[in-house]
């Protein structure tokens, strides 16, 4: 690895920046020579440019200048030279030269930046950064909490790590155990968002073939995924610990996820207080139930913290240590990470070249996509990660004025080479949409099991071909692409990729002013799922009431509609009668589904005091 850190070294780049236009062809913004075809919106020119890239069609003289690029290749390496960027303690590299930015781009781009590291500046001296929720958002300390604004934080952030380390170590020991077991072998985690994608990105990135504590995921409120995994443990129920996470303690999904897991815990005869523990905000609705029933234990979550960016709180590292991973090296990755990132030099700071790739790329409006491409199996949810981290923050109606710009970055991936024998073929030719990153990982085994498969090859050096090959035939059909490589995928490198990504979203959602800490959008659907329920008890009152008559009396959807005083909602009626028939619900529907006007309803049983009302 010496060999490679040297060959990357920054005295080997060439001091003088180059200038773009210098190189053959690599596409320019706001000029007549740009080459790639685009389909961006036509709205929102957000720089100072005499002509945005979606003015500019897919011409000849942009084919020409795709193919001049591609034809120099000794212009191209320079590029790259210039512009590679190395975290040498991390291991980490940036590679930017795919993405065709020009040097006009950049010099907007340091100005722009200005703001968003003063922004970033003073998010992390404990501004409300968060404005519309009033909070502060301190992620950042819990890596280095001597930033914390509060002296009283910074023993919360200490004490908590302290706890979780050695309440771990207890249950890895068999010092804490469950009731009629010897030690705990299985962790359940029941959590959704913030609270799930997380802790499983950093399971199956890091957790050892043979973890002391194997775990497992409720992330939904699907009854039937519940089931599936209650009857995985099957015995070794009475051996799990359930860690329950929600920042809120009052999701729905999360509620009905643990409901379920005590149901289970009832049936089995066990005692689910010995060995439930919850992770939330001091006084939530979770925290009161685990105070009051007398759970395990109870680790804090803090308003300062949003759910997707809480990965290094209790959330994510409380199920990352007890699967034997080292938590502390995490955080020092973050906190490296977090250091580089701070840097005010564009160039030298890796979430600042991110952050500009993907403005130029998507024309800061989110005009093309993000696929993200991992070439490691572990780092398969990365992208999913990702989804949350990058769309939940950056997918926002109004900006900071007030301005309704339905801002945001879509995401999505999995990973290399798998994707190569299924979508890549759209991406080397299909609907230009989207800007690829690649992640590499230099280490492909532990030292001392790798062997040739052939003369000169091994199986990671296929994995290594694949990736250079898509790069390459990406960027040969106009394609833009960044890569991130690591050198291994271990504590400290995840805790690095997971810093680098917050702080990009962070910078970038300055530069496109927008609030990146809220996430109003999400409500809505809370909201109108709540009336939904609301309306099934006005529905089942209603049915109630006539089928305590006698005889009873089915109604038509169109009668319930009317006796629920909402005709404008006969079609979510007719959906909700729908589901509780599929369900063998009290309910009894008559007449042909695919004609809902033919359908008449009523109730297998009356209850005469009407539990629905
Ligand atoms: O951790 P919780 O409070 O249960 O929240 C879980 C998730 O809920 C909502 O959907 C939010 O939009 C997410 O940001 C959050 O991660």
Redesign the pocket.
């Known amino acids: 690895m010496a060999s490679l850190s040297g060959l990357f070294s920054s005295s080997l780049k060439p001091s003088k920046t180059l200038s773009v236009k210098a190189l053959s062809a690599p596409p320019t913004r706001g000029g007549d020579s740009f080459s790639f075809p685009h389909t961006s919106k036509p709205t929102h020119l957000p720089l100072t440019l005499s002509a945005s890239r979606s003015d500019i069609s897919h011409t000849d003289a942009a084919t020409a200048a795709k193919k001049e690029l591609i034809k120099d290749p000794d212009a191209l390496w320079k590029r790259y030279l210039d512009w590679l960027y190395q975290q040498k303690d991390l291991g980490l590299y940036l590679d930017v030269s795919r993405v065709g930015f020009t040097d006009e781009f950049v010099v907007d781009m340091e100005h722009r930046f200005k703001a968003a590291f003063k922004a970033m500046d003073e998010l992390e001296k404990g501004s409300i950064a968060n404005p519309d929720e009033g909070r502060m958002v301190g992620h950042y300390w819990l890596r280095n909490s001597s930033l914390v604004p509060k002296p009283t934080l910074k023993t919360l952030i200490e004490n908590t790590l302290d706890s979780i380390c050695s309440f771990a170590d207890d249950i890895i020991a068999g010092k804490i155990k469950p009731p009629s077991s010897p030690r705990f072998t299985q962790i359940l985690s029941v959590?959704?968002?913030?609270?799930a994608l997380g802790p499983q990105f950093v399971a199956e990135a890091l957790a050892p073939d043979n973890p002391p504590l194997k775990i497992r995921f409720i992330d939904n409120t699907d009854p039937a995924g519940i089931d599936h995994q209650i009857a995985q443990l099957g015995p070794e129920l009475a051996s799990t610990l359930v860690i329950v996470?929600?920042?809120?303690?009052?999701?729905p999904e999360?509620r009905n996820g643990l409901l379920e897991v005590q149901k289970a815990f009832r049936e089995a005869g066990l005692n689910f207080a010995k060995q439930g523990v919850a992770i939330t905000q001091e006084n939530s609705l979770l925290d009161n139930t685990a105070r009051i029933e007398g759970w395990l234990a109870r680790f804090p979550?803090y308003d300062w913290v949003?759910?997707?960016t809480?990965v290094m709180s209790a959330?994510g590292l409380l199920p990352a240590a007890l699967q034997g991973i080292d938590i502390r090296e995490m955080l020092t990755g973050a906190a490296i990470m977090d250091e580089a990132t701070r840097t005010t030099s564009l160039k030298n700071n890796p979430a600042a070249l991110l952050a500009m790739c993907w403005y130029w790329a998507s024309d800061g409006v989110g005009s093309k996509d993000m696929v993200i491409l991992p070439y490691k199996d572990s780092l398969l949810l990365f992208s999913r990660y990702l989804q949350?981290l990058v769309m939940?923050s950056l997918g926002k109606e109004f900006d900071l004025d007030g301005n309704t710009v339905n801002q945001g970055l879509t995401v999505y991936g999995n990973k290399g080479s798998t994707d190569q024998h299924a979508y890549i073929q759209q991406l080397r030719e299909g609907v230009h949409n989207f800007f690829a990153t690649f992640i590499e990982v230099l280490r492909d085994r532990p030292p001392g099991h790798d062997w040739e498969l052939e003369p000169g090859v091994t199986c990671g050096d296929y994995l290594f071909g694949m990736l250079q090959g898509t790069r390459s035939a990406l960027y040969a059909n106009g394609r833009e692409s960044i890569s991130v490589t690591i050198e291994e995928v271990t504590p400290r490198s995840v805790g690095a990729i997971i810093a680098l990504y917050e702080r990009a979203v962070g910078l970038y959602a300055s530069l496109v002013n927008i609030n990146a800490y809220h996430?109003p959008g999400?409500e809505a659907g809370?909201k109108a799922a709540a009336e939904v329920l609301a309306l099934q008890k006005r529905v089942l009152s209603v049915l109630n009431e006539a089928s305590c008559k006698d005889p009873v009396e089915p109604l038509t959807l169109d009668e319930i509609a009317d006796r629920c005083h909402a005709p404008e909602e006969i079609e979510m009626i007719y959906k909700i009668i729908a589901h509780m028939s599929a369900n063998d619900r009290v309910l009894i529907a008559e007449g042909s589904c695919g004609s809902p006007r033919s359908v008449k309803v009523y109730l297998g049983e009356c209850n005469v005091d009407d539990m629905y009302a």
């Open positions: 959590g959704i968002g913030g609270s996470i929600s920042k809120s303690g009052g999701t999360t979550m949003g759910g997707r809480s959330v949350q939940e996430q999400v809370k």
